[in-house]
């Protein structure tokens, strides 16, 4: 996998999140209040909201727009509705946010 | 640990609810075994009489498929019923000889028909209506005979009745009382629905006492005999006269029965490990038969089953909504009327619409509506929360239009619609739409409705329709509660009241502190209930509890509206609506330098600067150096002004003047809502302020003051509340009235449900009658304000602030 460098774990609020603005398109990261970190494509699978502005609960985000709740660790749309933003790997070490921009598996689009 | 054994007697409606419940706080405490007298999976009972009419097919009734027990590896078993409990080896037994050992019972074995005690009640063709074998029975002696006689004019007798004649039957009702649904309805009202029953082609026996019933020769019932020796044919007879606890298996385990097996406020018999819920029990004298309070218990014996143990049942005050053919019905409380009590009547027999009301000292102990159902959820609350009415008793038969006044083409009754009409304007969902998720995902609340369908989650106008849609659709087991009953969201048990009281009782002021307190079911909530708690803490506790920017939605957090597109727009302040050359120019700059791809005239009396790029969002501020408009922000919008005796050759006040000072005053007041206030000079009332939270209006000899006014979803006027002498009056008032409700409402109630809520009378007394209590909330409401700073500049200058609005550029990316 070929990681790349974002910024320090503290540069992104518990609970919050950032844009990564890459290569293929907006990238949102999200810390959990653990400091876990997730990535997802920045577009709600609903009406393309941006979901880096929405509010980060447990493993979820709700979406800014229109509260659709999507899962962080797969990207998906909680029941009853139904999409998936695109994840791609991220995770922590030493202190710094490490991104994957290479599809992911687990990812229900694929 | 080794998990405990819970078996459960009964796979109905009530038993399965508590099971959902319990796995709902309690996943891996119990192993879980059911026993089901009937061959299916849990089904919605109430909803036998549209499959008896052809309406709906068993599969569409089912709650909870076999996967639903196998998802919870529940040891589901079914056609078979259990004969003996043995207590003193905690053990079922069942009659096919199999057996399960129990840590605790749950008895949830219903009720069973109350089959008249008369010769012949034993022959073919003779049944019940409890269950799907009764419904399919009725549904095969259609195809083959005639006549029909339903023996019961209660609501059950009537639903068999109109299915039966809708498959094609004579049918004929034979009923005790002088007239029809006696328990739910007053004499009027049941001559009412019998007329219009029999026009639809049933016929009706009534008072009439049935003696017998005849054998054709072949074991299988030809005719009903009644006791005054009159005769008639029946092929087939239902005995709708009531049911009765089945309490069999309790009273031969030796446990206390007495029309129901007894159950305590934590819905245990008089055996602890053993409970009982449901129709088959007894709490405080009373065996429950609607599904809305089952499903009350079912919550409560789920908590205790879980060991958490804080919950109560304490009895329901239960409404019955039905319909019958098309005819809607509904009564709550104590229709009948009696001693002490007064009425109030609406009577229309020729359009079929029939209205009594029933009250005791102001208060609305009862409802009987027949015909115009659309307010019986709103009187169903009024009895329920015993609100004196005595303001609004010249109206009180009218109604509240619960419905806003827009997006649905001014329908305020859901019965009327058609299926193909749209209930939510702003999702674009239509009646039939909603109608269709509530049958098929056995669907019992406004908010499971807006989840699966995403009608009235938007705007929120057309919840009233949607709970009338509700209730016509799933009768009384709809569960229709008002705010101040509810919990605040999926997270926890409380209602918004109690957490408020939590926090100011018990001195919280973190959101980790709240949430750990109060046992909060989530690690850090949700969407609903952050930015909820997070305003009461602050708001309790200013100077104490901090702010925090992520447990506020985005256009709180970045101080300006979120836009479809993702980008922003900016409202800066303009106190009064007053501006300048030199605010206009800088305004019009930062339009041309940022390319602002929409400039807009607000119905505030400012400019909106839209599509405006977040990370551009601090440039813009700095350039405009304006202060935040807070147009995002449940919190002080604006007050509109009109020009006033300044200027205007009509004004008595300086209505432009006192808005300015009233903005300013106001600025940076968070609140449970927006706030929006408007000052007019004369009674012209150019500034509209009988539409605003407080709208105040200048006379020649001072200024009258009217609250809770609103102008968006539904235009509610506002109510005269104080008339003062001096602007300077104006301004302790004002605040004094925001700071209550400040302290009082709840998250997202605007100012006018506050009022509907704790009355004008409390709001009186807080702020007019009490001076001292007056300043003492004008000065807290200061204090609080003393402790904030204007949000841009704050986020102009504060570089921690700043990140929120920065982009992590893609030049940064590197090969790690």
């Given at each position: ?110 | ?248 298996l309790a009273e031969q385990a030796g446990i206390a029965c007495n029309r129901g097996i007894l159950v305590n406020d934590t819905l245990q018999t008089y055996d602890p490990r053993i409970y009982a819920i449901g129709e088959c029990a007894s709490h405080r004298g009373i065996a429950y038969g609607l599904v ?525």
């Amino acid at each position: 996998m070929n990681w790349m460098d974002i910024c320090a774990l503290d540069e992104i609020n518990p609970l919050g999140s950032r844009i990564v603005a890459s290569s293929k398109g907006d990238i949102a990261i999200f810390r959990t209040a653990d400091d876990q970190v997730f990535a997802l494509r920045d577009r709600c699978p609903h009406k393309g909201g941006p979901l880096s502005q929405g509010l980060v609960h447990g493993k979820q985000v709700t979406c800014p727009l229109h509260s659709w709740q999507i899962s962080l660790e797969n990207g998906e749309a909680l029941a009853p509705d139904e999409g998936c933003a695109h994840k791609y790997p991220a995770k922590v070490e030493n202190g710094r946010v490490l991104l994957c921009l290479e599809k992911q598996r687990d990812c229900a689009c694929h | 640990m080794k998990k405990l054994k819970l078996v459960m007697v009964g796979n109905g409606m009530a038993g399965v609810r508590t099971l959902e419940e319990l796995l709902k706080i309690a996943p891996d405490l119990y192993d879980i075994t059911v026993f089901g007298a009937e061959p299916h999976p849990n089904y919605n009972r109430i909803l036998l009489s549209p499959v008896l009419a052809g309406e709906q097919t068993f599969e569409e009734i089912i709650l909870n498929d076999l996967d639903w027990y196998a998802k919870h590896d529940i040891d589901l078993r079914l056609g078979r019923k259990v004969v003996q409990i043995d207590r003193r080896n905690r053990r079922v037994v069942a009659d096919d000889g199999s057996s399960a050992e129990y840590d605790r019972l749950l008895l949830a074995t219903g009720s069973l028909p109350f089959i008249l005690p008369i010769p012949g009640k034993d022959l073919q063709g003779v049944i019940g209506y409890r269950d799907i074998a009764d419904t399919l029975a009725m549904m095969d002696a259609a195809k083959q005979y005639k006549h029909a006689v339903v023996i019961g004019g209660g609501l059950l007798g009537l639903e068999a009745a109109n299915g039966l004649k809708l498959r094609g039957m004579d049918v004929s009702v034979v009923h005790i009382g002088d007239w029809l649904l006696e328990r739910q309805l007053d004499r009027t009202a049941g001559a009412l629905l019998q007329q219009s029953l029999e026009q639809r082609g049933l016929n009706f026996l009534l008072p009439k006492h049935t003696a017998e019933l005849l054998d054709n020769g072949d074991g299988r019932v030809c005719a009903v005999k009644f006791k005054d020796g009159e005769v008639i044919p029946a092929d087939l007879v239902v005995m709708a006269a009531g049911i009765r606890p089945n309490s069999e298996l309790a009273e031969q385990a030796g446990i206390a029965c007495n029309r129901g097996i007894l159950v305590n406020d934590t819905l245990q018999t008089y055996d602890p490990r053993i409970y009982a819920i449901g129709e088959c029990a007894s709490h405080r004298g009373i065996a429950y038969g609607l599904v809305a309070p089952l499903f009350e218990q079912a919550k409560v014996c789920a908590n205790h089953l879980a060991q958490l143990g804080f919950a109560r049942y304490q009895g329901s005050v239960t409404s019955t909504k039905l319909k019958v053919t098309g005819i809607d019905l509904f009564s709550a409380g104590e229709f009948m009327g009696g001693e002490g009590t007064e009425t109030i009547t609406l009577s229309d027999p020729i359009g079929g619409v029939y209205k009594k009301l029933v009250l005791k000292d102001d208060v609305l102990v009862g409802a009987c509506l027949y015909g115009d159902t659309a307010d019986g959820g709103w009187y169903f609350r009024q009895i329920r929360e015993q609100a004196n009415v005595a303001a609004i008793r010249d109206h009180l038969m009218f109604g509240e239009s619960t419905t806003g006044d827009v997006g649905h083409q001014g329908q305020s009754s859901a019965a009327n619609m058609p299926d193909s009409m749209e209930v939510c304007g702003c999702n674009g969902v239509c009646k039939g739409t909603i109608v269709k998720a509530i049958q098929e995902n056995g669907l019992f609340s406004v908010d499971e409705i807006k989840k699966h369908t995403k009608a009235g989650s938007s705007c929120g106008s057309c919840v009233g329709l949607v709970e009338q849609i509700l209730i016509s659709t799933v009768g009384g087991a709809a569960d229709v509660k008002p705010k101040s009953e509810k919990a605040i969201c999926g997270c926890s048990e409380l209602t918004h009241g109690q957490v408020r009281k939590a926090i100011r009782d018990h001195h919280l002021t973190s959101l980790s502190d709240a949430m750990t307190f109060m046992d909060w079911q989530t690690p850090n909530g949700c969407a609903t209930c952050r930015p909820a708690l997070n305003y009461y803490l602050i708001s309790t506790w200013p100077g104490e509890a901090k702010d925090d920017p992520q447990s506020r939605l985005i256009n709180e957090r970045a101080h300006a509206n979120i836009q479809k597109d993702g980008t922003y727009s900016v409202v800066p302040r303009m106190w009064g609506g007053v501006t300048n050359p030199s605010e206009l120019r800088r305004i019009a700059d930062v339009a041309d330098k940022y390319h602002v791809p929409m400039v807009k005239v607000t119905g505030g009396q400012r400019i909106d600067l839209l599509g405006i790029k977040k990370e551009d969002l601090p440039g813009v501020w700095k350039d405009l150096d304006m202060p935040s408009g807070h147009a995002y922000g449940k919190s002080i919008r604006t007050v509109k002004t009109c020009v006033g005796s300044e200027f205007c050759r009509f004004g008595t006040q300086n209505s432009t003047q006192l808005g300015i000072d009233l903005e300013h005053d106001l600025f940076n007041m968070w609140s449970p809502h927006k706030v929006k206030l408007a000052v007019s000079g004369c009674p012209r009332n150019c500034a509209e302020a009988g539409i605003k939270d407080i709208g105040i209006i200048g006379v020649d000899s001072g200024w009258e003051l009217y609250i809770g006014g609103n102008g968006g979803i539904k235009t509610e006027v506002a109510e005269f509340f104080v008339k003062l002498k001096s602007a300077e009056e104006v301004r302790e008032y004002s605040a004094a009235f925001l700071q209550l409700y400040r302290e009082e409402a709840f998250y997202l109630e605007r100012t006018v449900h506050y009022m509907q809520r704790v009355g004008m009378e409390h709001i009186k007394k807080a702020v007019l009658e009490d001076e001292v209590n007056r300043k003492a909330l004008a000065e807290r409401l200061r204090y609080a304000l003393s402790l904030e700073q204007d949000p841009w500049q704050e986020r102009i200058h504060s570089p921690a602030l700043k990140k929120e609005f920065e982009r992590i550029p893609v030049t940064q990316l590197e090969t790690a």
